[in-house]
């Protein structure tokens, strides 16, 4: 079996937030502090020297003690193995916690949309600012901004990267909403916000010196992307079932009876244990998953294209609009070639 380098802990699917373009199901689970130890102790021969442990949600942050624990079972029986990571929407994020992930030297991912964040809701703004105040000044080397834009959002993308850099928050990046169709004119709109952001990006450096956005540093990828999910990495879900990634879940989750969940899911919690080496046969079945193999709803294979090298689609999210994996959606496409035609703006940003 291969080495574990990456693990998710995806502690509830309990949220506090509806974003619009969440596509996760919401529930009432949560994971048991068991659980998770036994998830962990099971791989414990198979991990990497360093390995990233993410907590996930849902919000992780409505489940504060299973983090703690977490961390001193880490810290108990893992002598340092793991670099912890954790995604939040930022609304219950107490000084008391940014310490506590100080102290663990947790790379923090908060999700603030800027301009957009009053689509998610509204009455969390000031909350969310103020945990941004309180990084900013507890922990500024700590943490990313991370804001979706969605066809509806993206005129407000460059404005509000430019505000976010304004604040002086260190890290920065974006993601666009990609299980949703974009059409010409929001494509249009993208790419004109893209030229806007490279010529406010390039001012602002000449000012400030570094520019914080991260979107277009180069990742030192080399070769063909291909999904790792279930090869360097595993997610546990707060239903107990164990998948390659967590957004093998977000997509096949809920349909049991679809062929594809027998093929990728691994099934509850005992049940992993319990095959032991046998979890090899299910790996295989995540090994199609490059990009040389995908093709596009209009049945242009990757392999075939000039981007093929440069092109990072990933077959899961790709798959949450196509519904079948390994075939992307014509505005991924058109978007990764916008992409690749604006990247060479932001070769001077650093
Ligand atoms: S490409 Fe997508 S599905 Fe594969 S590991 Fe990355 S995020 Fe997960
Ligand atoms: S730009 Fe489109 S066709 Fe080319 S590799 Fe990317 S998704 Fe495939």
């Given at each position: 079996?291969?080495?574990?380098?990456?693990?998710?802990?995806?502690?509830?699917?309990?949220?506090?937030?509806?974003?619009?373009?969440?596509?996760?199901?919401?529930?009432?689970?949560?994971?048991?502090?068991?659980?998770?130890?036994?998830?962990?102790?099971?791989?414990?021969?198979?991990?990497?020297?360093?390995?990233?442990?993410?907590?996930?949600?849902?919000?992780?942050?409505?489940?504060?003690?299973?983090?703690?624990?977490?961390?001193?079972?880490?810290?108990?029986?893992?002598?340092?193995?793991?670099?912890?990571?954790?995604?939040?929407?930022?609304?219950?994020?107490?000084?008391?916690?940014?310490?506590?992930?100080?102290?663990?030297?947790?790379?923090?991912?908060?999700?603030?949309?800027?301009?957009?964040?009053?689509?998610?809701?509204?009455?969390?703004?000031?909350?969310?600012?103020?945990?941004?105040?309180?990084?900013?000044?507890l922990y500024p080397e700590g943490y990313t901004v991370n804001?979706?834009f969605t066809p509806a959002t993206v005129s407000l993308l460059?404005?509000?990267?430019?505000?976010?850099?304004?604040?002086?928050?260190?890290?920065?990046?974006?993601?666009?909403?990609?299980?949703?169709?974009?059409?010409?004119?929001?494509?249009?709109?993208?790419?004109?916000?893209?030229?806007?952001?490279?010529?406010?990006?390039?001012?602002?450096?000449?000012?400030?010196?570094?520019?914080?956005?991260?979107?277009?540093?180069?990742?030192?990828?080399?070769?063909?992307?291909?999904?790792?999910?279930?090869?360097?990495?595993?997610?546990?879900?707060?239903?107990?079932?164990?998948?390659?990634?967590?957004?093998?879940?977000?997509?096949?989750?809920?349909?049991?009876?679809?062929?594809?969940?027998?093929?990728?899911?691994?099934?509850?919690?005992?049940?992993?244990?319990?095959?032991?080496?046998?979890?090899?046969?299910?790996?295989?079945?995540?090994?199609?998953?490059?990009?040389?193999?995908?093709?596009?709803?209009?049945?242009?294979?990757?392999?075939?294209?000039?981007?093929?090298?440069?092109?990072?689609?990933?077959?899961?999210?790709?798959?949450?609009?196509?519904?079948?994996?390994?075939?992307?959606?014509?505005?991924?496409?058109?978007?990764?070639?916008?992409?690749?035609?604006?990247?060479?703006?932001?070769?001077?940003?650093?």
């Amino acid at each position: 079996m291969n080495t574990i380098s990456s693990l998710t802990l995806v502690l509830t699917d309990k949220c506090n937030f509806s974003c619009p373009y969440c596509p996760q199901r919401r529930g009432e689970n949560i994971l048991q502090i068991e659980e998770i130890t036994a998830f962990l102790d099971f791989l414990k021969l198979r991990l990497a020297k360093e390995v990233w442990l993410g907590f996930y949600g849902g919000e992780p942050l409505l489940c504060w003690p299973l983090i703690e624990k977490t961390v001193a079972h880490a810290d108990r029986n893992f002598k340092k193995k793991f670099r912890f990571s954790l995604t939040t929407n930022g609304s219950l994020l107490k000084k008391e916690h940014i310490l506590f992930f100080k102290k663990h030297r947790f790379e923090l991912v908060l999700s603030y949309d800027g301009p957009a964040q009053a689509s998610r809701d509204t009455s969390s703004i000031n909350a969310v600012e103020e945990a941004l105040e309180n990084l900013q000044h507890l922990y500024p080397e700590g943490y990313t901004v991370n804001s979706v834009f969605t066809p509806a959002t993206v005129s407000l993308l460059s404005a509000s990267i430019e505000n976010l850099v304004a604040l002086g928050h260190r890290h920065l990046q974006y993601s666009l909403d990609l299980s949703v169709p974009w059409q010409d004119p929001d494509l249009k709109v993208l790419e004109k916000e893209l030229h806007r952001l490279a010529n406010r990006c390039l001012e602002l450096q000449n000012k400030t010196g570094k520019i914080p956005l991260e979107n277009f540093e180069d990742a030192g990828q080399k070769g063909i992307f291909a999904c790792f999910a279930g090869h360097d990495r595993l997610a546990l879900l707060p239903d107990r079932t164990v998948w390659g990634c967590y957004l093998f879940y977000d997509l096949l989750g809920q349909h049991p009876e679809h062929p594809d969940f027998k093929k990728y899911c691994f099934g509850k919690l005992p049940a992993f244990i319990g095959a032991g080496n046998k979890n090899r046969a299910l790996v295989a079945n995540y090994s199609d998953l490059r990009q040389d193999y995908f093709f596009t709803v209009k049945e242009e294979l990757c392999g075939l294209c000039d981007q093929l090298k440069s092109c990072r689609v990933c077959p899961a999210i790709a798959a949450l609009a196509t519904a079948q994996l390994g075939v992307i959606p014509d505005w991924t496409c058109r978007i990764k070639k916008i992409n690749a035609k604006c990247k060479p703006l932001f070769a001077g940003v650093h």
